[in-house]
T-cell receptor, first 109, second 112 residues
Framework: QKEVEQDPGPLSVPEGAIVSLNCTYS??????FMWYRQYSRKGPELLMY??SSGNKEDGRFTAQVDKSSKYISLFIRDSQPSDSATYLC?????????WGAGTKLIIKP | DVKVTQSSRYLVKRTGEKVFLECVQD?????MFWYRQDPGLGLRLIYF???????EKGDIPEGYSVSREKKERFSLILESASTNQTSMYLC???????????FGQGTRLTVV
């Protein structure tokens, strides 16, 4: 079993929809959870990170962690075609990041 | 802004060639990483380094080596390139006490 599981998609939604991207993790000791966005032919860039449980909001993006179910989510409101990218979840352990496979998101105009 | 710069965006090399991928970061970070990224397999860690002249194997080190002679520079070496090393290679740096990781733009390597 991988330490971080993420459905690779692709996930295709119409412009303006609310998008929900999800990951599960196996180790309850993980404390930091990150979301990276990667545009085609570019390196990933950090979008948001959260510590422990709860929500964090940044504009149209909300990151949520549910430690009881070991579930992390990224919500995108009012999705735009420019949000089309691959979204990778990650957690942090021993100075390394542990990655999900990434979900390819397509926002249709 | 933190900058991580990889020396090439695209490379085409022949089987058996020795290949050098260079990465430079400008934020004095201790930790640097080399990943490869393949469709359906996500990011896989090849090697990382937490200090000058220090290196640690990641999950898939076979066929690769690294060099870190200066803090800002981390090089990935393919000793004898093979077609199964055709991939996107990503360099990253991370500050020592935190979790902020910054990536280069990637090098798409094709081995023919």
């Amino acid at each position: 079993q991988k330490e971080v599981e993420q459905d690779p998609g692709p996930l295709s939604v119409p412009e303006g929809a609310i998008v929900s991207l999800n990951c599960t993790y196996s180790n309850s000791a993980f404390q930091y959870f990150m979301w990276y966005r990667q545009y085609s032919r570019k390196g990933p860039e950090l979008l948001m990170y959260t510590y422990s449980s709860g929500n964090k909001e940044d504009g149209r993006f909300t990151a949520q962690v549910d430690k009881s179910s070991k579930y992390i989510s990224l919500f995108i409101r009012d999705s735009q075609p420019s949000d089309s990218a691959t979204y990778l979840c990650a957690t942090y352990s021993n100075y390394q990041l542990i990655w999900g496979a990434g979900t390819k998101l397509i926002i249709k105009p | 802004d933190v900058k991580v710069t990889q020396s090439s965006r695209y490379l085409v090399k022949r089987t058996g060639e020795k290949v050098f991928l260079e990465c430079v970061q400008d934020m004095d970070h201790e930790n640097m990483f080399w990943y490869r990224q393949d469709p359906g397999l996500g990011l896989r860690l090849i090697y990382f380094s937490y200090d000058v002249k220090m290196k640690e194997k990641g999950d898939i080190p076979e066929g690769y080596s690294v060099s870190r002679e200066k803090k800002e520079r981390f090089s990935l070496i393919l000793e004898s390139a093979s077609t199964n090393q055709t991939s996107m290679y990503l360099c990253a740096s991370m500050e020592g006490a935190g979790i902020m990781t910054f990536f280069g733009q990637g090098t798409r390597l094709t081995v023919v």
